[in-house]
């Protein structure tokens, strides 16, 4: 009967989109590529993560009069490299920095213009949300732009920059860390503080103003 192959058709569609679906997600995003996917790589990468440790620690210290604004600039290829080098070093080191249950690797990319996407390999699979940085009111937020499973795009891992809720449960999945605003004030060790007055997005590197606090 007619409505028989209608039913049937209609099944066939959804197995292909299911199947189609399982197969984008566990597919990996053509731009993450850890220097442990890359022969030879680690030792130069970490180099570069190292030079990107010392290099940042040395920026930020340097003495300032209060008031003072500098900028700063991290590619996303070194911030890789350290994020897949030398972070876990630091977390053996200091159990107690947060990091999500399950999360074995952790990338970053920020390809479209005032966008990085945050991905984590969990169990097995990659997992991304793409953000945008906001500074208001002295608070730092990330407004999420979408997520993926792989190279499957899920709509609900972000909101579009809907204020529905959704995006940042999507990121509390992922980074619960990153789920809500914070301060947008580091603090030095020698009890001097910046202020973070600008974060920008913009051909995979990442771009920032600082200003300098009294103590």
């Known amino acids: 009967m ?5 039913v049937g058709w209609a099944c066939a569609a959804a197995g292909l989109a299911v199947g189609a679906g399982a197969w984008l997600a566990f ?7 850890p220097p442990s996917a890359r022969p030879g790589a680690v030792s130069r990468e970490d180099d570069r993560a190292r030079a990107l440790e010392q290099g ?9 009069p209060s008031g003072q604004r500098f900028a700063m600039r991290i590619r996303a290829e070194d911030a890789n490299a350290w994020l897949a080098l ?9 159990r107690e920095l947060p990091w999500p249950k399950g999360v074995e690797l952790v990338q970053v990319h920020a390809g479209a213009p005032d966008r990085l996407t945050l991905a984590a390999k969990r169990d097995g699979v990659i997992w991304s949300i793409s953000v945008r ?21 899920i709509p609900w891992l972000g909101n579009g920059g ?7 449960l999507g990121i509390a999945a ?3 860390e990153l789920a809500a605003p914070t301060d947008a004030i580091l603090p030095l060790p020698d009890g001097r503080r910046l ?4 974060l920008e997005f913009d051909g995979d590197e990442a771009r920032f103003q600082f200003e300098s606090m009294p103590r």
Request: hydrophobic share 40%.
């Open 2 to 6: 007619k409505w028989r192959r209608v």
């Open 56 to 64: 940042i620690a040395a920026e930020l210290t340097k003495v300032r």
């Open 174 to 176: 992922l980074v619960p």
């Open 162 to 168: 809907r204020d529905d809720g959704r995006g940042a």
């Open 27 to 33: 597919r990996t995003p053509s731009w993450w590529s």
């Open 133 to 153: 940085a906001v500074i208001e009111n002295g608070r730092l937020r990330l407004e999420p732009r979408g997520g993926a499973i792989g190279r499957l795009w």
């Open 86 to 94: 030398r972070l876990p070093q630091w977390l053996v080191h200091d």
């Open 195 to 198: 202020r973070l007055l600008d």
